[in-house]
Structures are given as structure tokens and as C-alpha cells.
């Protein structure tokens, strides 16, 4: 698929593929199904209505789950922000999450008693948009919100809201900054786009300006910009049109019409003359980047942009990985992709320098082979393997209704940007129309401008973030972007009268709506059968989309890496990336394009993972590519010196993130350093390992643990049972385990008694400290733990936790903090994390710990704490489960930890049945204050001052490489 960030074709593309079904059938099973025979078959069915408000409304029914997908997008983005109001759209995204006039309290409660999923609010440069997922019986009350921030906010608004929000902003743009290449959103359009474009300014802004934003400025904003004309609600899942109308007119058709909003006039801009600039972060290798401005997503030149940039570096098999990676390793990665805004958008070819190649000769290859592109042009057959990588590869992320990538994103981008809810099928066409010549010709036009050539090189800052963002004064010069989110994957004054006017309600909203009848969770039912060699096979039916998901699980995981050659598996894994006995890496990568397909390779603590991702007339050869994949890696010597320049430069670039450095720290601390989870959690290893590590070494650990007789595979989707049987027995079936013993893992190694302290990395002039606070339980995940995960989401597992709703809502010092009881197979450690502004690292640390000794002391679960986490994991799950990957998790946590195959229906009875008591002794037991080990990430001359006053021993530590 694409290496870049979601785009409209992506989108539009896997999101259509939902009702393919029949076109699909006509595939030839030997044979990849033809692009054009997908798209031809695409739809996503909707009816649309306004209302006299000028509301856009739009259904899609799709009744697999009893859920349903609330999305508003408003169409007001960081371009209709006026001078010196630079992050304001962000900033008020977060004040709509900060109760209405009917809904005072925080948005999140009343979601989260119903189970609501997926809810969020992000805002971009040209839109915001808010959503939930919500089961159908809780309905009315998702719509009952919405209007009621939509038509009855102003007077919630407070000056203390404001205060508050604007402090949790400001950390998100230190958490942003903090890390590396954290300052690149403002190199791209600070540069691509001049002074007093619309595009020229990031959407987080900038310090000073989030500074001035007042109470009328808020105000304002909102009665210029939030009225239902300038908005369009999706609802999509399990709701019909008759149902839908009735519900949105009792709850938005009150709603007076707001002022016209004038979209401000984008042009695509061209640079005068070459462009080039110089920047140093912290940062593993010197990265080199070419840059263009583009057109939007409307222009018909916008797919076969994204075709060129698929085809050039966005393939496995692109031709910028085939030269510079493969061919003539100067570079240990390459990527190119256009990402298209509503009016216009940037085009990114970059190459991430090999550690002893001088970056001047890597930038002239890259150029060189930009140029190349140009003067020939795509193949008919790349343009193939592009598209069908596009379907393919994104249609696992779109099987939702809602969320940040479902279906009611797809009808609402169309609707808002194009006017069109089925624009997608306007991209399809493109995409499956799109021919080299014509490819190579766009391609040529907009590249055979002048370039913005960035450098990245490793070294300190110069320049920070906190006056980046805003608008650039004029001679100052100064993947890529993802909207603003308000939570990191969670009155008084009305003001003068602006002649708007409020809404008269037509309904009840003198309380919250009460939720109806609510279906209970119907998992898929689990079937076994066994291949002819022992291997289990565990498989569920999900028929919604064509497609077949497959895991082929190993009990090996990071936990079986040799403590004396860390890092091992992890280059196993990306060895076996490129390629088979029989197929080299380049011919395996076009196969697995051509088939659209995903296989990959990766592993957790406890298990080695192979995954497929197909659809499902190719089935029959993917499943062969994936057993040939596993079974017969070709291990070749001359590869190996790649990946292992690639996983050098991983483990560089994880010592230079702060929240992975404070991994690497903490997890050996804890379980001590002979035990098999007391390595670096990322399992990249140490660089010795990696650098000394042979290819017969790679070839005996995977003799050693990839077995069949170590293997289970799971299996969901559009298939049969005896279907998969027949053609896994043909491939994985045929494999003869080794005579040799199963090996084994060592957890009989004693975990060290803890030892509280701090210890500190220093990391020079960071914006904000990672704080990471640990200790290892005395309990496994097979155990029963559904009362003290419930006790963690109270104090700090979820947004609305004691620990979250302190340092972030109530004192403004973090973008979001948590705290989480570990997944793994044996003992499991509870840590808690808070990326904190650095003047506050102290603070956050007593607060954190006042926080805990409250709860397990005499301030313990409340009646509402109980009432929302039972309500909430009760009523969650049948939206935990709608997607195939969902259930693939689903079968995977069932067979990991010995549950019974009912355990997630069961589930509620579990939650229904827990007290306040029963929380409060489960937390009692399990946590504590006095025994947990701190690691601080942060600049040590502003923190160090901080923790010497807090009571515990600190220590200067360096993460282990």
C-alpha cells in the first residue's frame, strides 16, 4: 500500500471494496481480480436529506453489529483562521468537549456509560470533525449531545474552560515537538506555502497566539462558523433513512441557520526558484527530502499524482526501493506520496541516509532517479500493483462504520470537500482509468518544478517549536501531517447578542436521554479442526467483506530472543521480508502488490506472528505465498547487510524518542536483566547483537522456534472452514516438524525485589519530560482480572481516570496521561505514563502520587466510577467486535491466555456482578506507592532541581544499547 499518510484514493478505494462481492466471484482463482472488475462493482449505498436549517444528513445502512456511527464534520479548518489567531479551530475542537448548555459535564461521561467506541474530535486545515460509535439503543443520546454542542454551547463556555484547554493544547504542541522530526509541519508549509496563504501556518499554531485567544474570540468563532449550513452529520450502521430523519429532526431541526461561511481563496503555489535549507535534530541518520506544493483533492490530476508517487516510492517493490535500497544501498529507506487537501496539498520524496554513505551522493541519487522516473514514465504493470496495493492494503482499516477511517469518513469527505458523497467512485474511475502515459505526463508537470529540498541532519536543535506554527513574517525563511486530535488512539457569560439567535427547543433536553433496549454481544461462533501435520486451526465466519484475515502464531515472541544476541528475531523477521527460496525481493514484493495482499511478519513478548491480509479470490495464492513465506525464507547473506543497516537505524531513532527511551529503561529495571521479559520492549536489541549477528544465526533461530509443531493458526473472513482446511493443508499441512525438542522459555528466573528511586536521562532541552512509574505484579494473564483492569481504568486506564482528569483537564500540564495493566502471557507489570510540560515534572509526580495513595487509601471507587465502568465495558463490546481483525484479536486473547470460547459473552455478567469494595480490595492488593521505580525523560538541568525534593533517591541512567 502507499507508505504515506491516509489519502482521499486509499480512502476511497478500500472503503468501496465493501460491496464487491459479486464482481469479486468472477475472478479466476489463479489469477489476481482485475482492477477494473473491483471498482465497477463499488458502492456504498446512502440516502441524504437537509434540513431547513441547512443540515446535510446522510445514512448508510449496514446492520452486521448494533452499532451506529455519529460523525459531524464542521467546514471550518485552520485556513479560516484570521491574523494572529493561528491554533484557534484546534483549540475551540477542544472547548466542544467541554460540556453544553444541556450537557454540562464532560463529554466523554455520558459516551462512555453507553460503551460508546471510536470517539474523538481532529481538525485540519480545512475541517473539524467530531465522532463516536455508539450501540443503536444509545442513539438519542449520541444525537441529544451533538445538537446540544451544536446549538447550545455559548453558554457553557467559561474563561476557566478556556484557560484550562488552552494549557492542554500547549502540551500538545510540546508532545509534538518533543519528538524527532517533531518541527517538520512547520518546515513543509512554512515553505511550500508563502506568508498569508491559508496553507502557510500549521493547524496546533503557535505559543504566542494560543496565548492571546480570548473568551470573544471563542464566542465568535463559534456563531461565524458551527451553524448546521456549514456542517454535514453522517450517521452510518444500524439505522435506517425513515428512522434517521425522525431522530435528526426531534434533535437538530431546532437549530436556527447560521451566517454564510466564505471559504478563503487557495491557490496551488509554485516556489520562484529552487529552495533548500538545512535543519539538525535528534535524530538517527541525515534524512533528505524533495518537496512540492500540489493540487487538491478535487482536481483530476490528484490520482494519478498519488499513482506516480505509488509507483516511485511508495511500493515495496517502488523504484526509488529497488535502486537505492536494494540494487546500490545508499539510503536504508526510501518514501513517496502525494497528500491532497481540499484546495491543495504536498508532495513528499524523501531517503533516509545509510550510516557511512555521504549524504551529498545520496541526494544525487535521489534526484537522479526522480529524473528517471520522469523521462520513462510508470509501467502498465506498476500502475497494477499500485492500485490493487491501494484496495488491498486499506480495505482491513475501513470495515468500520465509523471512527477515523470507516465508511461514514468516506461520505462525509465527499460531501463536505466535493459535494459529492460518492466522490470516492469519481477517485476509483481515475485510479482504475489511469494509464502510464498519462501518469508520466502529471508526473512531469508538477515535479519539473522547482523543489523544496529539506535536510535533516543528526545533532542538537537550534530552533524550537514554541514560536513555530504561526504566521511567518515576511523575509524570515523559515508521513507528513495528520490532523489534531483532541485525546492521543479518548457556564455564565453568553456574550453580546451577534443576531444569530439560540435555538428553541423542539426537544426535551431537560435530561439526557435514556438508552433503549441495548443487544447483547453475539461473537462469532469458533470452529477447530486440525491439519495433517497436528497444527490447530482456529477459525470464525465474518462474510461482510471479501476479504481473509490470517495469523499463523508461534510461542516464541521477544521473550525467546538470547539475552546474549538481543535483537535477533526482530532481524530474523525483516530478512524473512525479503524474500523466499524461490523468490528474490524484488519478485516477492510484485507478488505480493499484484495480489494485493498483506504478509508481514512481526511478534509481541510472547508470540512470533505471520499475518495475510487477502481478498478473497486471490486466497488460494496468497495462502501459498504466505507458506512459502514462512516455511522457505531465503536468509540470503547480501540482504542481510541491509536489514541489518535498517534495524541499526530503527534502534537510533528509538534511542532519540523520549517515550521509548523511557521503555527501554524501565522494562530491564523491573524484571531484571536474565529474565525474558527484561529486555527493551521494542525488541530491536542492542547494536553489538545486531551488528555481529550472521546469517546462520538468523537461519538456526527460526529452525529453532518457527515449527510446526510451535504453531497455531487462526483464521477470520469471507471463507469456509473447510475451505481454508483444504488449501492450508496443501501448504502449511505438508510441513514435517524437526526431531529435535521443542525449546523452551525460562520464567522460573527470579524478577529482583523492586528498589524505588528515579532514575533520570537526560535529554537536552526537551519541552516536556516522559515520566514512566512501573512495578511487575504478582499475577499472569491467564489469571482473572477483570476487577483490577476495571480498578486501573478508574484511576488511570481511560480519558476519564482520576490520574488523566487532573494533570490534563484539571491542571492543563499534559496532553494526556495513563496508566495500564500489561497483556502479556506471564507475570504482567502496571506502569503508568505522563508526557508532562518539563516545569512541571516534579509536580506531576507528586500529584501522580497523592492520586494513587487517595485511591488505595480512603478515597476508593465512588458509585459513579462503579456505574460508568460497568456500563461502559458492558455495553462497549458489541462495537469491540465489528470488524474480522477484531475477532481475529478476539480468538487470538482466547487462546493465549486458556479462556472459554463464550468468555467475551460472558463478560458482562463478570462486570455486572463487581462492587466498589470488590475494585477497591482488588487495587489494595495489586498496587502501591512506596514500591515503584520512576525513569524521567528530560532536560536534566530544568527536571534534576524538581526531583531532588520528592523523597526518592535519583539516579543518572542511560538506556541500555
Given at each position: 500500500?502507499?507508505r504515506?499518510?491516509?489519502?482521499a484514493?486509499?480512502l ?6 465493501v460491496?464487491a462481492?459479486?464482481?469479486?466471484a ?5 489469477d489476481?481480480?482485475p482492477i477494473?472488475e473491483?471498482?465497477?462493482?463499488v458502492?456504498i ?8 436549517n441547512?443540515?446535510?444528513v446522510?445514512v448508510?445502512e449496514d446492520h452486521?453489529a448494533?452499532v ?15 491574523a494572529?489567531k ?7 475542537e477542544h ?5 453544553s448548555?444541556?450537557a454540562?459535564?464532560d463529554f ?6 453507553v460503551?460508546?467506541?471510536?470517539s ?5 486545515m480545512?475541517?473539524?470533525?467530531y ?6 439503543g444509545a442513539?438519542?443520546?449520541a444525537l441529544f449531545l451533538?445538537s446540544?454542542?451544536m446549538?447550545?454551547l ?6 476557566e474552560k478556556l484557560?484550562n484547554q488552552r494549557?492542554?493544547?500547549?502540551n ?16 513543509i508549509?512554512e515553505n511550500?506555502?508563502?506568508?498569508g496563504?491559508?496553507y502557510h ?10 496565548n ?10 463559534f456563531?461565524d ?5 456549514n456542517a454535514?452529520l453522517v450517521l452510518?450502521?444500524?439505522i435506517?433513512a ?9 434533535w437538530f431541526?431546532?437549530i436556527p441557520?447560521g451566517?454564510?461561511?466564505e ?5 496551488v503555489?509554485t516556489l520562484?526558484a529552487?529552495l533548500a ?5 535528534l535524530?538517527?541518520t541525515t534524512?533528505i527530502?524533495?518537496?512540492?506544493a500540489?493540487p487538491g ?5 490528484a ?5 506516480a508517487?505509488g ?5 515495496s517493490s517502488?523504484?526509488l526501493?529497488?535502486a537505492m535500497v ?5 539510503a536504508?529507506?526510501?518514501a513517496?506520496?502525494?497528500q491532497?487537501?481540499e484546495d491543495?496539498g ?9 550510516d557511512g554513505?555521504?549524504?551529498a ?11 528517471k522516473?520522469?523521462?520513462t514514465g510508470?509501467t502498465?504493470?506498476?500502475?497494477q500493483r499500485?492500485?490493487?496495493?491501494t484496495?488491498g492494503g ?6 468500520s462504520v465509523g471512527g477515523f ?5 468516506t461520505?462525509a469527505e465527499?460531501a463536505?470537500y466535493?459535494?459529492d458523497?460518492a466522490y ?6 481515475r ?6 502515459e498519462q501518469?508520466?505526463a502529471v508526473?512531469?508537470?508538477w515535479?519539473s518544478r522547482?523543489?523544496f529540498?529539506l535536510?535533516?541532519t ?8 514554541e ?7 515576511a ?7 495528520q ?5 492521543n488512539?479518548?457556564?455564565g457569560?453568553?456574550g453580546?447578542?451577534?443576531g444569530v439567535g439560540?435555538a428553541?427547543s423542539?426537544a426535551?433536553?431537560s435530561?439526557m436521554p435514556?438508552?433503549?433496549d ?9 470452529e477447530?479442526?486440525t491439519l495433517?501435520n497436528?497444527i490447530?486451526v ?10 481473509v484475515q490470517?495469523?499463523?502464531?508461534f510461542d516464541?515472541?521477544y521473550?525467546a ?15 524473512m ?5 524461490s ?6 514484493a510484485?507478488?505480493?502488490e499484484?495480489?494485493g495482499a ?5 511478534a509481541n ?8 491480509f487477502?481478498l ?9 505465498l504466505?507458506?512459502?513465506y514462512?516455511?522457505?525464507p531465503a536468509f540470503d547473506?547480501?540482504?542481510l547487510e541491509?536489514v541489518?543497516?535498517q534495524q541499526l537505524?530503527?534502534?537510533?531513532a528509538e534511542?532519540?524518542?523520549p ?5 527501554r529503561?524501565l522494562?530491564?529495571v523491573l524484571?531484571?536483566a536474565d ?11 542492542n ?7 550472521t546469517r546462520?544465526q538468523l ?15 487462526f483464521?477470520v473472513?469471507?471463507?469456509?472452514l473447510?475451505?481454508?482446511k483444504?488449501?492450508?493443508?496443501a501448504t502449511l499441512?505438508?510441513w514435517?516438524?524437526p526431531s529435535?525438542p521443542?525449546?523452551?522459555k525460562h520464567?522460573e528466573?527470579?524478577?529482583p525485589?523492586?528498589k524505588?528511586?528515579i ?12 515520566i514512566m512509574?512501573g512495578?511487575?505484579?504478582d ?5 482473572h482480572?477483570e476487577?483490577?483492569r ?7 486506564g481511560n480519558f476519564?481516570s482520576?490520574?488523566n482528569?487532573n494533570?490534563?483537564e484539571?491542571?492543563g ?7 495500564q495493566?500489561s ?7 502496571w506502569?503508568a505514563?505522563a ?14 502520587r497523592?492520586?494513587?495513595t487517595a485511591?488505595?487509601g ?9 456505574q460508568r465502568?460497568i456500563?461502559?465495558?458492558?455495553r462497549?463490546l458489541?462495537?469491540?467486535?465489528e470488524?474480522?481483525?477484531d475477532?481475529l484479536?478476539g ?7 486458556d479462556?472459554p ?5 460472558k463478560?458482562?455478567a463478570t462486570?455486572e456482578?463487581m462492587?466498589a469494595p470488590?475494585?477497591?480490595a482488588?487495587?489494595r492488593k495489586?498496587l502501591s506507592?512506596d514500591?515503584?521505580v520512576y525513569?524521567?525523560v528530560?532536560d536534566?538541568?530544568t527536571?534534576?532541581?524538581q526531583l531532588d525534593?520528592l523523597?526518592?533517591?535519583v539516579?543518572?541512567a542511560?538506556p541500555a544499547n
Open positions: 500500500m502507499f504515506s499518510h491516509r489519502f484514493l486509499a476511497a478505494a478500500s472503503t468501496a471494496l460491496a462481492g459479486p464482481a469479486l468472477k475472478a479466476k482463482a489463479a489476481p481480480a477494473a473491483l471498482v465497477k462493482a458502492d449505498p446512502y440516502e441524504s436529506f437537509t434540513l431547513d441547512g443540515l446535510r446522510i448508510h452486521k448494533p451506529v456511527a455519529v460523525s459531524v464534520w464542521y467546514r471550518v479548518g485552520s485556513k479560516n483562521e484570521p494572529g493561528t491554533g484557534f479551530a484546534h483549540l475551540f472547548l466542544m468537549f467541554n460540556g448548555e444541556n454540562p459535564g466523554f461521561e455520558p459516551l462512555q456509560q460503551g460508546a467506541t471510536d474523538n474530535g481532529t481538525t485540519n480545512d475541517r473539524t470533525n465522532f463516536e460509535t455508539v450501540p443503536t442513539l438519542d443520546r451533538e446540544d454542542r446549538g447550545h455559548l453558554g457553557a463556555v467559561t474563561q484557560d494549557g492542554v493544547v500547549q500538545e504542541k510540546r508532545q509534538g515537538d518533543n519528538n524527532p522530526y517533531g518541527l517538520l509541519r512547520y518546515e508549509f511550500l506555502f508563502p506568508s496563504h491559508p501556518h500549521s493547524t496546533i499554531g503557535s505559543m504566542a497566539d494560543l492571546t485567544a480570548s473568551l470573544a474570540d471563542v464566542k465568535k468563532w456563531t462558523n458551527y451553524g448546521p449550513n454535514v452510518a450502521g444500524d435506517d425513515a428512522t434517521a430523519k425522525a431522530k435528526v429532526g426531534e431541526g431546532d441557520r451566517p454564510a461561511v471559504m478563503p481563496k487557495v491557490t503555489p520562484p529552487p535549507k538545512e535543519v539538525k535534530d535524530i538517527p534524512r527530502y524533495r518537496m512540492w500540489i483533492l478535487n482536481d483530476p490530476e490520482v494519478p499524482l498519488q499513482m508517487m509507483v516511485l516510492g511508495g511500493l517502488s523504484r526501493d529497488n536494494r540494487k546500490d544501498p545508499v536504508v529507506s526510501v513517496a506520496y502525494a491532497p487537501f491543495a504536498i508532495l513528499i520524496v524523501q531517503a533516509d541516509v545509510k554513505v555521504d549524504p551522493l545520496v541526494g544525487k541519487r535521489l534526484d537522479e532517479e526522480i529524473a522516473f520522469l523521462a510508470p502498465a504493470d506498476e500502475l499500485t492500485a490493487a496495493s484496495l486499506t480495505i482491513s482499516g475501513l470495515e477511517g470507516g465508511k461514514a469518513v461520505l465527499g463536505l466535493s459535494n458523497p470516492y467512485k469519481t477517485e476509483l474511475d485510479m482504475a482509468q489511469a494509464t502510464p501518469v508520466k508526473a512531469n508537470k515535479l522547482p523543489a529540498s535536510t535533516y543528526p545533532g542538537e536543535r537550534t530552533e524550537g517549536g514560536a513555530r506554527g504561526g504566521a511567518v513574517t523575509g524570515k525563511i523559515a508521513e507528513a501531517v490532523p489534531d486530535r483532541y485525546w488512539p479518548a457556564l457569560d453568553v453580546p447578542d451577534t439560540a428553541s423542539i426535551d433536553r435530561q435514556a438508552v433503549a441495548l443487544k447483547a454481544l453475539d461473537f462469532p461462533a469458533i477447530r479442526t495433517k497436528g490447530e482456529v477459525f470464525a465466519r465474518r462474510d461482510t467483506v471479501p476479504t490470517v495469523a499463523v502464531s516464541a515472541g521473550a530472543d538470547p539475552h546474549k544476541a538481543l535483537g535477533t528475531q526482530s532481524l530474523m523477521l525483516s530478512l521480508d525479503e524474500g523466499t527460496t523468490l528474490d525481493s524484488i519478485a516477492f510484485e507478488a505480493k499484484r495480489l498483506q504478509i508481514d511478519g512481526s513478548a510472547d508470540e512470533t506472528i505471520f499475518s495475510l487477502a478473497k479470490p486471490n486466497l488460494r495464492a496468497s495462502l501459498g504466505l507458506a512459502d514462512i516455511r522457505n547473506a547480501k540482504e541491509r541489518r543497516a537505524n530503527r534502534l537510533k534511542l532519540n524518542n517515550s521509548a527511551i523511557a521503555a529503561v522494562r530491564p524484571y531484571g529474565h525474558p521479559y527484561g529486555i527493551p520492549p521494542s525488541g530491536l536489541g547494536a553489538d547483537a545486531v551488528k555481529a549477528a546462520d537461519a538456526a533461530f527460526h529452525a529453532t522456534w518457527i515449527r510446526p509443531d510451535n504453531a497455531r493458526v483464521v473472513g469471507d471463507t469456509t473447510a475451505e481454508v483444504k488449501e492450508l493443508d499441512g505438508a514435517k516438524a529435535t521443542k525449546p523452551a520464567f528466573v527470579a524478577i525485589a523492586p524505588p528511586r532514575l533520570l536521562v537526560d535529554r537536552p532541552k526537551s519541552p516536556q519530560s516522559v512509574a512495578k511487575v505484579l499475577a499472569k494473564g491467564s489469571d482480572l476487577i483490577l476495571s480498578a486501573n481504568d478508574i484511576f488511570g476519564l482520576r490520574f482528569m494533570l490534563r484539571t491542571k500540564w499534559s496532553y494526556g496521561v495513563r496508566s495493566v497483556a502479556d502471557k506471564q507475570r504482567l507489570t506502569v505514563i508526557p508532562v510540560q518539563a516545569d512541571r515534572t516534579g509536580d506531576s509526580i507528586k500529584e501522580f497523592s492520586d494513587l485511591y488505595l480512603d478515597k476508593g471507587t465512588t458509585a459513579e466510577e462503579l465502568t456500563n461502559g465495558s458492558v462497549e458489541p462495537g469491540s467486535f470488524t474480522s481483525g475477532v484479536g480468538l487470538r486473547s482466547i487462546v493465549k491466555f479462556r470460547d463464550d468468555y467475551y459473552e463478560l458482562p462486570y456482578a462492587t470488590e475494585i477497591d482488588a487495587a495489586a506507592v514500591d515503584l525513569v524521567v528530560g536534566a538541568a527536571v534534576k532541581p525534593g523523597g526518592l533517591p539516579e543518572i542511560t
